[in-house]
Structure formats: C-alpha cells, structure tokens
C-alpha cells in the first residue's frame, strides 16, 4: 500500500510515519524531516502542480498540513493553506484517482462550549484556525459526495496533543512545574480533554488500515479527563518534587496579571509568556465526547501512563535537554 504524507516532517506525521515502515511512505512538507529525509520531498499545498505530480503512486492521503499557531501572520494564510490547500490536495487526488483521504482538523472547529461536543455538536469557530478548519471540512465533505459509492473520507478532531518531543501547552505546564515557577491560577478542578501523540498516531493507523468507502468524524480525546490539579499531582509525583507545589491565585488576579502582561506586548511588541487569553485558556473546561471513536478503537496507553512516558522522557531521562 502506498502512502502519501502531506505535511509529514513535524511532531505528529514523525511519530505516524514511524509506526507506518511497514508501508511504502511518501513525506510531502514544505521542510525537510529530520528523520525520514530519504522519502520526502520538498513542496507546498498551495503548488496544485507540485501535488499533482507528486501523488501520482498514493492509494491514500494522509493530510496533516496546516497552519496552526495562534500569532500568524497575515491571517489569510489560514485560509491559503489549510482550505486553498486542502482544496489543492483534493484535486491531485481526483487527477490521479485516489479515492481515500484521512484528515486531520481540530476541536476548533466547535468554538468555546459548556459542554461536551460531540461530533454533531453545531460548529461555531471563534479564531481563524478554526474557521478555515471548518471550511476545509466542508471542502473534503464536498468532495465525497460527488463518488460517494467510492471515496472514502475519515476526518478526525484532536483536542490539544502532547507526547514526547512535543512543545506545546502541555509541555509548557511541565516544564513550569519542572522549573519550580508554577503557580496554580484558579482551584484547578476544571477538567483538560488532552490526547497523546502515540495514541492518535495509533488511531490513524487504525483509519488507514480499516476505514472503507463512505464519510466518517470522530473526535480523539484519551480519557478519562483530568482535572488541572490532578495533572500537576501527577508531575509532581514522577519528578519528585518536593514539596509539592500546591499554591495558588485567584483567577481575577490571574487575570489582572494578564492583561498586565497584555500591555507590555503591546508597548514592546514582544510576545510574552502570559497574556489574558492564556490565563483564561488554562482556567478554563475544555472537554470533548471522543466515544465513537472508543466504539471502534482501544489506546494502546492509558492517559496517566502517557503523562508519566512524557515527563520521564523529557525530564528525567540521561538524554532529555531539561
């Protein structure tokens, strides 16, 4: 089976194409992979030639590509890559009579919620990440409606991934507990839908290999949630440190710090490492239904394993940089 990669040189398409070698792989990206620079090649989503050309041999995309960071700039290149782009994809795969693609977007696409969305939750993005998300998800649907007997589509939401070698938000927690620099804003009893990057990559594999004909979502969350305080308890146990670290601030002072911090971004034009939207994000109940998923996968890591996977490799292992 021959499969192509479309943005395969970062954290989560290095960790997939590691678990696909028994395949015959293609990485496209518009960087090189550290790992696996003998099967990429170097282009761009919004080259429709390019990808053309180059998925000429794929049975099955797997579309990871996307701008993603909260601070790009202008904000059209939302738009440019993640649905121009997919829109791009979608025509090299018609052109070349691929008929399988799995697609990665992103709880985004929900907004902020009260509740728990599900995958018929009403869509309501809130920043232009989740809006072109949304938009490319419309893109990809509309194209298996027009062969729906023969294309199959698997769209796949994360909430917020973390994992080994990652540096997002949840690496940030750690490294600030790790640091001794933590200081809990808020009780810390909301509770964080977070997924593991070995787990989904698990699930994706699973799609590639078992999904057929036909269009399908699901949310991927591993469960059960923990709570805030809980996930610190958790690194402050595996790492040791003593003694706990359990103080906290209220959260309108948290916020007032924030918008403090606001100010200073705006009078230097320098990022800083709080801001008022991060103190609401952190304080925040961010959890997601991933049971359709569950129906039809079991994780081969439980959540508090990977916790404990993570913080050893990136802390206490002879090789990690912390």
Not at 60 to 87: F, K, M, W
Not at 200 to 217: L, Q
Request: proline share 4%; glycine share 6%.
């Amino acid at each position: 089976m021959n499969i192509s990669i479309v943005g395969g040189s970062g954290f989560i398409g290095t960790e997939l194409l590691k678990n696909l070698e028994e395949f015959e792989c293609l990485n496209i990206d518009k960087k090189n992979s550290d790992s696996y620079s003998k099967i990429t090649v170097i282009g761009d989503v919004r080259d429709k030639e390019f990808l053309s050309k180059n998925l000429k041999s794929s049975q099955i995309v797997v579309l990871l590509a996307a701008e993603h960071r909260d601070d790009v700039n202008p904000s059209s290149l939302y738009y440019d890559v993640n649905v121009q782009g997919t829109q791009n994809v979608l025509d090299a795969m018609t052109k070349n009579n691929i008929k399988k693609i799995i697609f990665t977007s992103s709880v985004a696409v929900y907004g902020e919620n009260e509740g728990k969305p599900d995958e018929s939750f009403p869509l309501n993005p809130l920043n232009h990440y989740g809006k072109s998300k949304m938009e490319a998800e419309k893109k990809i649907g509309n194209w298996q409606k027009e062969d729906p007997n023969n294309r199959s589509v698997t769209i796949i939401r994360p909430t917020v991934i973390f994992g080994e070698k990652n540096r997002g938000n949840i690496y940030n927690l750690f490294n600030q507990i790790n640091s001794g620099k933590f200081i809990m804003i808020g009780d810390g009893k909301n509770k964080k839908s977070i997924a593991y990057v070995k787990n989904i990559v698990a699930f994706i594999k699973d799609r590639i290999k078992n999904s057929t004909h036909g269009y399908s979502i699901y949310n991927y969350t591993d469960g059960p949630d923990f709570q805030v305080k809980e996930l610190v308890d958790i690194t402050n146990k595996t790492l040791q440190i003593t003694p706990y670290i359990t103080s906290n601030i209220p959260y309108w002072l948290g916020m007032l710090g924030g918008f403090s911090f606001d100010m200073l971004t705006k009078l230097t034009q320098k990022s800083m490492p709080i801001s008022s939207i991060r103190v609401q994000k952190f304080c925040a109940k961010t959890q997601f239904d991933s049971s359709e998923a569950k129906k039809i996968f079991s994780a081969p890591y439980n959540l508090k394993e990977a916790v404990i996977n993570t913080l050893t490799s990136e802390f206490l292992s002879p090789n990690s940089d912390n």
